[in-house]
């Protein structure tokens, strides 16, 4: 008898220990992903068997907004839980950029590296591309991946024509484009072939990490190049869908998130791996075939209409978050840290952050409201453009000046058309419950609601600033700065 007691307490005692383990991470982020372009929601052309099963499993974001609708901001909110532009990353950054992310800054991977976690990072880091700034520097043990934007590749305006003058003028600057291998270069200037098996290469060695931490917490971060022209697949999807280049390139990646997937389960992790993905910003409209889908939603990349910010997001972890769930509540990339800190007990920065603890949205616990009063979207450098109530259903867009394609059609294969550029003169509202393509202005049948987000456009402006009211703002720093600075 006394024995059986003793074993019943050790199995206890065993049981206890693996129910509380934190949780692994991984966070799977495309590049220029447009929000149709996953099965669940709406994908025409191509399938995402992977994806659809991980939403089955988990559940569906369908409000799930990045910061910025644009590479290195979207990935500097996701990584710290700031709005980019409180920390000094504004836009795409070029490369032998003089600036990056600053070793002031708290990226997630060190947080998690702090409770004992192994990092890993695959794919397009984009936050600086000076020794400094790179990953290893930032809370990653790993590293693997290309560090600016495939279309920064010195080969590319050789593949098309009608290229713009200021990609001519990048590609005399910039004669190499890396692929690193931590701080070692894998490859000094990347080839057509390269750009081809980047999906295929990051699959492998998140599978290869995820093995060989099993026995222990780990974090695991891969930012795909694709679908960011130019496009690249390898020759087990090219020709497989009926959408053609840009379809394959959505199928690998599925594929790529399926193999991920199977060594979650092959090594038994499923059941204590919290898996979100999710894209840093909506399509590139004008490379038109090249380019995915934002429908139903209002433009794309590089607006802060709901095409360039609204994203799909799936996230997945057995018994924690309720299979089969279908959401409409209002989150963003900045949420991600502080509500991962909370998960595994980690304690927030000390610099002030933007985000905050949502986990009993996203585990979808009965009430659960969203925590902030609203979100604020920001782009170019340092310009207000939008402000949006914290669930999602009123959204006002400030005067400025946004690009578009008028209602004409994209590019075809690779080239590009010219966006017509749009004022708005005077700040619009739109009732995104009622209106999702932001259709009619509906300002004046709500001056309350206006006058309620014009406030808290106030309060933005205050704290980060409005560059196009010359407004600095006190709650802004600096970045990282190369020292000693780049001739």
Not at 316 to 337: E, F, H, S
Not at 420 to 449: F, M, S, W
């Amino acid at each position: 008898m006394k024995r059986t007691a003793i074993i019943l307490a050790l199995s206890w005692l065993a049981f206890t220990a693996v129910a509380s383990s934190p949780p692994n991470i991984v966070i799977i982020f495309t590049d220029d992903q447009g929000y149709a372009d996953v099965g669940k929601f709406g994908a025409e052309g191509f399938t995402t068997p992977n994806l659809d099963r991980l939403a089955d499993e988990g559940a569906v974001f369908r409000n799930f907004h990045v910061a910025q609708p644009v590479c290195s901001a979207s990935r500097a909110a996701l990584l710290t839980g700031c709005y980019p532009n409180r920390i000094g990353i504004h836009g795409a950054l070029a490369p032998k950029s003089k600036v990056g992310l600053s070793d002031n800054e708290v990226t997630l991977a060190q947080l998690l590296k702090a409770r004992g976690y192994a990092t890993s990072m695959l794919g397009k880091w984009h936050l600086g591309d000076a020794p400094q700034f790179m990953p290893l520097r930032h809370g990653f043990d790993e590293y693997f991946g290309e560090s600016v934007s495939v279309d920064m590749w010195p080969g590319y305006p050789d593949l098309i024509t009608n290229m713009p003058s200021p990609m001519a003028a990048l590609r005399r600057e910039y004669p190499h484009l890396p692929i690193w291998d931590g701080d070692k270069k894998f490859r000094e200037e990347m080839s057509i072939d390269d750009l081809n098996h980047l999906t295929t290469w990051y699959a492998e060695r998140a599978v290869k990490f995820i093995e060989a931490n099993k026995a222990h917490p780990f974090f695991l971060y891969v930012a795909h190049n694709m679908p960011h022209v130019p496009l690249g697949v390898s020759e087990k999807y090219r020709g497989k869908s009926a959408r053609g280049l840009y379809g394959d390139v959505i199928e690998e990646i599925d594929w790529s998130v399926g193999q991920i997937l199977a060594a979650l389960h092959r090594n038994g992790l499923e059941e204590n791996t919290l898996v979100i993905f999710t894209s840093d910003n909506g399509p590139w409209l004008q490379y038109g075939n090249h380019a995915g889908s934002a429908k139903p939603l209002r433009e794309g990349k590089g607006t802060n209409w709901e095409g360039g910010t609204r994203e799909p997001c799936i996230m997945r972890w057995p018994g924690k978050i309720p299979a089969g769930a279908d959401t409409w509540d209002m989150l963003m990339t900045i949420d991600l840290l502080p509500t991962i800190a909370k998960l595994v007990g980690a304690d927030l920065p000390k610099n002030k952050i933007d985000g905050l603890d949502v986990w009993p949205i996203i585990s979808r616990q009965p009430g659960a409201k969203n925590p902030h009063a609203a979100y604020w979207f920001y782009y170019q450098v340092n310009t207000l453009e939008a402000v949006i109530t914290g669930d999602g259903r009123w959204k006002l867009q400030l005067p400025h000046t946004y690009q578009t394609l008028a209602g004409r059609a994209g590019g075809r294969d690779g080239v590009p058309v010219p966006y017509a550029q749009r004022k708005i003169a005077t700040a619009e509202l739109y009732d995104l419950v009622n209106d999702l393509g932001e259709h009619t202005d509906v300002a004046a049948q709500h001056p309350e609601i206006v006058a309620q987000l014009t406030a808290e456009a106030e309060r933005a402006r205050a704290d980060l600033g409005d560059a196009a009211m010359k407004i600095p703002g006190t709650g802004r720093r600096e970045p990282g700065r190369l020292t000693p600075p780049r001739e």
